[in-house]
C-alpha cells in the first residue's frame, strides 16, 4: 500500500482569532449545532491505531485547525502515549503542528521539543501588515504574542517555520516583509497567496490577483536567490528539486494531489482540507477503515487535477505546476476551471526564474 499522510482537526473550525481569510470557520456549517467540537479518546485511537497499523516506514500526522492547541496540552499528551502504544519498532512517527502561537507557553515548548514536533507558525510580517487580518476575537492585535511564541520555540529549540499568507497588505512590500524574516531569524518560509470569495461569488477584498501574485513571487525570487543556502522558501526549494529530478513533495506543483485524508473532530473524513463540505465527504472513521476511504477518495477526487485543458497540456511549463492546486481551478470567480486561478502570474514567474534554477541544477549534478 502506498503511504500517505493524516491531516488532523481536534477541535474542528475552532478557534481563538477571528482572521478575515480564513476559510476555516465556515466548516461550522457542517457542525451547526456543536458550540465545542473536539475529538473524543475513542475516535483519537481508532484513527492512530489503524494508521500506525499498515506499518509505512515515516507515518505523518498533520494536527491543524481552526487552532489545534486549544484541544488542550494533555490531549496530545496522550496522541504521542497511543502513537507509542501502536507504533512498532523501527517506524518512524513524525507530528506536525500548526498553529496562531496563542497559547504556546514553556510547558508546550518543553512538549514539542521533547516530542520532536514540526511546527508551523501563522506570521504575516511586521505589525502594521499582520494586524491587517489577524486579530483576536475582539478585534485587538495579536502581533506581540506571535512573536513571542516565536522567541520562546526558538529558546527551548523548538522546530518550526512560517506561514505567511499573500493579501492586498503585504503583496506589494515584499522586500519589507522579506527583510522583517530575515531580520528576526526566520529563515524557513511558506508564501500561500490569499484567495476568498464574497457572498456575491466575487473575489474578496483582500485576495490578490493571478499578476499580483506573479509580481510578489518575481521580487521574492530575486531577493532569496543569493541567500538560498541560508533561506528555504518551499516554492522555491520545490521547483529546484524538481529541476534536479528529486520529488517535489508540495501537492500544488506535483502531477497528482497529494495522499493524505482530512479527519475531522468526529471522524468524518475529507479529501483535502481546502474540500470539507458535504458534497466531498468520503466516509467517516467509525464505519470505514482508512485504506478504503483512501482509495474511494482517490478514485473520484484525486482525479480532479489530471483534468486539463488543451492549453495546460501543450503550456511549455506543465511540469512546473500540472494546473495548479485544484482548489484555485474550481474558485467560483476563475474564468477557466481547468487551470489555476494563478496560472498567468505563474507563467511570469517561470519565464523570470527558469534559467537560475535549471543552472544551479546542472552545476549542482
Known sequence: MRPFQLLIKPVSYKCNLRCAYCFYLKVNELYPNV???IMNEKILETMISQYLGYQFQESIFGWQGGEPTLAGLDFFKNVVKLQQKYGKEGQIVGNALQTNGMVIDEDWCRFLNKYKFLVGLSLDGPKSVHDKYRKSIRGQSVWKKVMNAADLMRRYQVEYNILCVITKANVNRVK?????????????LQFIPALEADETGKKTAFSINALQYGKFLCELFDLWK???NKVSIRLFNTLLAKKMGFPGGFCTLDQNCADYLLIEWNGDVYPCDFFAKKSYKVGNLKKDDLAFLLNKR???????KGQLSKECLECSWLTHCYGGCVKDRLFVDNPDPKKTYYCEGLKIFFEHSNEWFSNFANNFS
Open 176 to 188: 519589507e516583509i522579506f527583510q522583517f524574516f530575515i531580520d528576526n531569524g526566520f529563515y524557513y
Open 298 to 304: 482517490n478514485d473520484s477526487f484525486g482525479k480532479l
Open 35 to 37: 458550540k465545542h467540537p
Open 226 to 228: 543569493d541567500i538560498s
